[in-house]
């Protein structure tokens, strides 16, 4: 079955660069998207079809996908970002995802 | 703005039925498919299974043997059992609208989520 791995943890000063990262095999050939999720809240779309944006999302959300890994990139990071953020892809008629990333705004 | 709503037995026994119902408002089911997500205590979430708009569905196949997933649309709602449960199955359930482009589905909108603990 497909996989999608994911670093348990990444941490960011406010203001700067998080970048969060989504391997899998030839990752790059499929769409990927991103879900960000607030401890008791349900998942929030972010990016979709590794790119694009859902109306109401900051700008600073932004994503990509080539070769083996989808990458999800928050700029000038702000703390209410602080979330734990999911890839997800679609492969083979099944929904996979990756295992979550806990972004901490120090 | 579709909104979904997640319902039923917070508590089942192990090895019982674990049966949920999904009400959609603000939009028809005939028109979407529909998937069940769930996520336990602490760890990720994991896809369940979806049904189309034509009534045929699809299941995870970590859990084919063991869901059904089916919709009414006389009351614009679509429901999951789960059988033979275990406390590996305690999570929280989502209920969530399917959403295509080009090859990727992904999940715009999203129920709340429902506890449902497996103990005896």
């Known amino acids: 079955s497909y996989e999608l791995t994911q670093s348990p943890s990444v941490s960011v000063s406010p203001g700067q660069t998080a970048s969060i990262t989504c391997s899998g095999d030839k990752l790059g050939n499929k769409y990927a998207c991103w879900y960000q999720q607030k401890p008791g809240q349900s998942p929030v779309l972010v990016i979709y079809?590794?790119?694009k944006r859902p109306s109401g999302i900051p700008e600073r959300f932004s994503g990509s996908n080539s070769g083996n890994t989808a990458t999800l990139t928050i700029s000038g990071t702000q703390a209410m970002d602080e979330a734990d953020y999911y890839c997800?892809?679609?492969?083979?008629?099944?929904?996979?995802f990756g295992g979550g990333t806990k972004l901490t705004v120090l | 703005q579709v909104q979904l709503q997640e319902s039923g037995p917070g508590l089942v026994k192990p090895s019982g039925t674990l049966s949920l119902t999904c009400t959609v408002s603000?939009?028809?089911?005939?028109?979407?498919?529909w998937s069940w997500l769930r996520q336990p205590a602490g760890k990720g979430l994991e896809w369940i299974g979806h049904?189309?708009?034509?009534?045929?569905?699809n299941y995870n196949p970590s859990l084919n043997s063991r869901v059904t997933i089916s919709a009414d649309t006389s009351t614009n709602q679509f429901s999951l059992k789960l059988r033979s449960v275990t406390a590996a199955d305690t999570a929280v359930f989502y209920c969530?609208?399917?959403?295509?482009?080009?090859?990727?589905?992904?999940?715009?909108?999203w129920g709340r989520g429902t506890l449902v603990t497996v103990s005896s």
């Open positions: 969530a609208r399917d959403s295509v482009a080009g090859s990727l589905r992904y999940f715009q909108h």
């Open positions: 079809q590794d790119t």
């Open positions: 049904i189309f708009s034509t009534g045929n569905t």
């Open positions: 603000g939009g028809s089911i005939s028109s979407y498919s």
């Open positions: 997800q892809a679609w492969d083979s008629g099944t929904v996979v």
